[in-house]
């Protein structure tokens, strides 16, 4: 499952049907019209006397092993040499990236296992690398052997340690199988045959050889001594809980410091990815039975998604709505819950990204059914991203993934591999927006850069009394309560709840059959006597009616004659952070969240240099997608979901 845990649900549901998701999709592309005309002009003002934190994020991406990654393809008519093969693994070395995870994932058994089959007694072993090996080490030579972090997770476990009726798999290595992973409890419940696997597995890894359940010696492997970081599985495969995996972690760990990284110098990422209701557990140290086992990195996954796969105007709503309810959780939760049980634990977000609807079917074509601007708005997300978790101090955050694909039959890749979250043109092996979004935050932006005050205003909508905000389904965001006046404050709530209510502004019904119940009680301490407050209703309310679509309202008042507004991820165009690097230079990270072109006035800033990655510069992939010029003056033009560094030099 590739959603951040608590998303689930809205992936399952039935969103709405076609002509009503038509008449919704016009109503919000008019309503953004009418915001983008009042708010034609944004103002940027960063106070670079008025330092507020220092970065200690670094930005990467993640690596997936599927077919499109392949030297050798094999089709019917005979071997054909992969043709995107060195662009894709020179794009991934030119980024230059740390901790850059490698996950041999479960639809490629050949690929991800190494040993397939059970062992038994008279028979040599099924341990076979044939397939392991050469992802593996192109990877490593993009990104190890150039001497940057990597963080291996070989998740899959074989089959046959589980209580599975059976363990076939598919006899061509780049059919992908995503039944694979079968049985929910292990036939061994100490996990000591689990902890033997990964033992013998990082043994070959960093040692060069190993020893059997025969005790045949294997040779030849490829002597990653000093490997850096090793994930523990993938989201809670097979069922497990987070007792479960807690035991099976330090069984595990404890096999490969003994087996394999013998001289102690891997460090470790917990829960891979799994529900974040189980960092409390995990880290609570009086639940291992190992008390100093390691605990230096936990791993969350996002993803958001939209309506409509081909239609953009849904986009904005879906991926930045859905991004600031996932901000929302880190602040409100994840990072509270590490930090009451193991402050010292980094958090490694090795899964950020965009997976849009229906993304495995094989009925599309080379396109995959996606518009070229997909690629500019998922990129647009991630540094919208990026820009909100560096102020919350997360350490990692993976943009996912280098590379995925349609079905190709004529290069033996039969079936789709999620490609809205490639990182490549799967034609070319270039980077396609996605990439070189990532690739402008590297060259840009790294842990140890100050932060500033920043700030971007626009005539804001009239405020009155009472005055409401909403936050619709099925992405789910958050809205801010504004006082118009800036010494006013919110002074009532008059109506809130979080489910399906009825009517609209200033005539709003509880539906009985799905309602949180506290929600007005929630927002009243979330916002009384503040001149402005956040609220994004989900996790924090729950899930009053699982697989349906739901929506938060709220009607408030402030104090004074003037009243207040409501704004969201839709009517906030774009997102600017100012930064000093630690060579001094002043950088500004200036983000388009609109389909639009949006006007913005760099207050205080005269000339600099631009680099932005925009539909004028790439969209689905390219050997260049950065473009440089000078800005002459303070306005600056983003085209739609532009991402751009201005470095000011007056």
């Known amino acids: ?173 780049d059919e992908s199988d995503f039944g694979y992973v079968r049985g929910d409890r292990l036939l061994d419940p100490s996990a000591k045959d689990l902890g033997l696997y990964y033992g013998r597995l990082l043994s070959w890894l960093m040692r060069g050889n190993f020893t059997d359940e025969h005790g045949v010696v294997h040779t030849g492997g490829p002597a990653y001594w000093n490997m850096t970081y090793w994930e523990v599985f993938n989201e809670g495969e097979h069922g497990y809980t987070a007792e479960w995996y807690t035991h099976d972690y330090d069984v595990v760990v404890t096999a490969i410091e003994e087996m394999g990284d013998i001289d102690h110098r891997l460090k470790f990422v917990g829960i891979g990815g799994a529900s974040t209701s189980w960092i409390p557990y995990f880290l609570n140290r009086s639940n291992h039975a190992v008390h100093d086992i390691p605990l230096d990195f936990v791993s969350v996954h996002f993803y958001a998604s939209c309506a409509k796969r081909d239609d953009p105007t849904t986009y904005a709503a879906g991926f930045f709505g859905g991004a600031d309810g996932f901000i929302g959780s880190v602040k409100d939760y994840i990072i509270p819950m590490r930090d009451a049980t193991s402050p010292s634990t980094k958090l490694d977000f090795d899964e950020l990204g965009v997976i849009m609807p229906d993304d495995n079917n094989p009925a599309y ?153 506290n929600t007005t009680q929630f927002v009243k301490d979330l916002c009384l006597g503040k001149s402005t407050c956040s609220i994004a209703p989900y996790p924090a309310l729950g899930d009053p009616c699982y697989d349906v679509v739901k929506r938060f309202v709220v009607q408030a008042e402030c104090s004074g004659t003037r009243g207040g507004y409501a704004v969201n991820s839709t009517t906030e165009l774009v997102y600017a952070l100012g930064m000093i690097g630690t060579d001094g230079g002043q950088k500004i990270l200036v983000i388009n969240k609109s389909l639009d072109r949006q006007t913005v006035i760099l207050t205080g800033v005269r000339a600099g240099s631009v680099a932005a990655v925009d539909p004028v510069s790439v969209t689905k992939g390219g050997p260049k997608g950065i473009r440089n010029f000078d800005l002459t003056g303070s306005t600056l033009v983003l085209e739609p979901f532009a991402v751009v560094v201005v470095r000011p030099t007056a």
């Open 1 to 173: 499952d590739r959603t951040w845990p608590d998303q689930r649900h809205r992936r399952a549901s039935p969103f709405i049907s076609a002509d009503t998701s038509l008449t919704i999709t016009m109503a919000v592309a008019a309503l953004l019209f009418l915001v983008a005309a009042a708010m034609a002009d944004t103002s940027i003002h960063v106070d670079f006397n008025t330092k507020i934190y220092t970065s200690k994020t670094s930005t990467t991406l993640q690596v997936v092993s599927n077919p499109i990654l392949d030297r050798v393809f094999h089709p019917p008519a005979g071997p054909l040499t992969n043709p995107i093969h060195d662009n894709a693994f020179a794009s991934l070395a030119a980024l230059d990236a740390e901790y850059v995870r490698y996950v041999p994932w479960f639809p490629y058994p050949h690929v991800a296992v190494g040993e397939l089959d059970a062992p038994v007694a008279g028979q040599p072993t099924s341990w076979n690398f044939t397939y392991v090996l050469p992802q593996l080490e192109d990877f490593m030579d993009a990104t190890h052997m150039r001497n940057h972090s990597t963080v291996i997770n070989f998740s899959t476990q074989p089959c046959w340690l589980y209580n599975a009726a059976s363990c076939s798999y598919p006899a061509n290595p």
């Open 365 to 517: 074509g080379i396109d995959a059914g996606l518009p070229d601007i997909y690629w500019n708005a998922a990129g647009a997300m991630y540094a919208y991203l990026y820009g909100k978790l560096v102020l919350l101090g997360v350490d990692v955050l993976g943009h996912s993934q280098l590379a995925g694909s349609p079905k190709i039959p004529e290069w033996n890749i039969p079936l789709p591999q999620y490609p809205s979250v490639s990182l490549l043109d799967w034609r070319t092996g270039y980077g396609n927006a996605r990439y070189w979004v990532l690739k402008l935050l590297l060259e840009n932006f790294a842990p140890g850069d100050n932060i500033y005050n920043t700030t971007t205003s626009s005539a804001p909508p009239t405020g009155t009394n009472p005055f409401c905000g909403e936050v619709d389904g099925p992405n789910y965001g958050a809205t801010e309560l504004r006082c118009v006046d800036p010494t006013a404050t919110i002074t009532n709530i008059d109506f809130a709840d979080w489910g399906t209510p009825d009517g609209t502004c200033g005539d709003y019904h509880v539906d009985s059959a799905c309602t949180a119940g």
